[in-house]
């Protein structure tokens, strides 16, 4: 079991330019999170998907973010016109199911992302 | 709001002695508690977790948590803690399976030799 997959694993942009980060997460887990880890802000939710499906983005901030999962065995998230607040580590788990002793989150070690 | 608070950001402890890391929980109901552990550069690994019924529970490496529901605290102790236990930990919660968790700022735990 390779555990969550997350890539790249640093990722260096230009003020302006679009990011897109990649989750995959370990086989057969249905439910995909996204977490942003700041020094100021620390940990914080952005969006969760459940068999593919979007069941909450109340992190996620309105302009410029944006989550897909296409299949099962991946997840993106997009940054566009990424600014200099952005920069953070982006943090991706994924968890069996949503029933006790399924929902444990297994974290990916993450994406490192600079903007400059 | 929903929120968690560790209230100390370091802390300092010498190879064999005791640990005890502080968190408490602002909800509306009891939410479902966890620890996880941070090495450096490296993603997050659930330590234990609380659902409800024994208030003690065990976790991985000789870690335990006790909850209080009239404290609103689920603190995190080890006995005999270990170089390799130098980490940061961060204590969450959330309110039902698979949801969204929240964590408290995290403790940065360094152990002397």
Redesign the interface.
């Known amino acids: 079991n390779a555990?969550?997959i997350q890539t790249p694993r640093h990722k260096v942009t230009g003020k302006g330019q679009e990011a897109t980060l990649w989750c995959e997460p370990i086989s057969g887990h249905s439910?995909v999170?996204w977490?942003r880890q700041t020094i100021v802000q620390?940990?914080?939710?952005l969006t969760?998907f459940?068999n593919q499906a979007p069941i909450?983005d109340?992190?996620m901030p309105k302009e410029r973010f944006s989550a897909q999962m296409p299949n099962q065995s991946h997840s993106t998230l997009k940054i566009q016109s990424t600014q200099p607040q952005d920069s953070a580590v982006y943090?991706c788990?994924s968890?069996l199911?949503?029933?006790?002793d399924?929902?444990?989150?297994?974290?990916?070690?993450?994406t490192r992302l600079l903007v400059l | 709001a929903q929120s968690v608070t560790q209230p100390d950001a370091r802390v300092t402890v010498s190879e064999g002695a005791s640990l005890q890391l502080r968190c408490k929980y602002s909800y509306s109901g009891t939410p479902y508690l966890f620890w996880y552990v941070q090495y450096q550069r490296q993603g997050l690994q659930l330590l234990l977790k609380y659902y409800s019924g024994d208030p003690v529970v065990q976790g991985v490496n000789g870690f335990e948590a006790e909850f209080s529901k009239s404290d609103s605290s689920f603190h995190l102790r080890k006995a005999s803690v270990h170089w390799s236990d130098s980490a940061v930990y961060f204590c969450a919660a959330s309110m039902g399976f698979a949801s969204a968790l929240t964590f408290g700022s995290g403790t940065k735990v360094i152990v002397l030799p």
């Open positions: 555990g969550v439910a999170f977490y620390g940990l914080e939710f969760y459940r909450d109340s992190g943090l788990a968890s199911g949503p029933f006790m399924q929902d444990t989150q297994y974290f990916g070690p993450g």
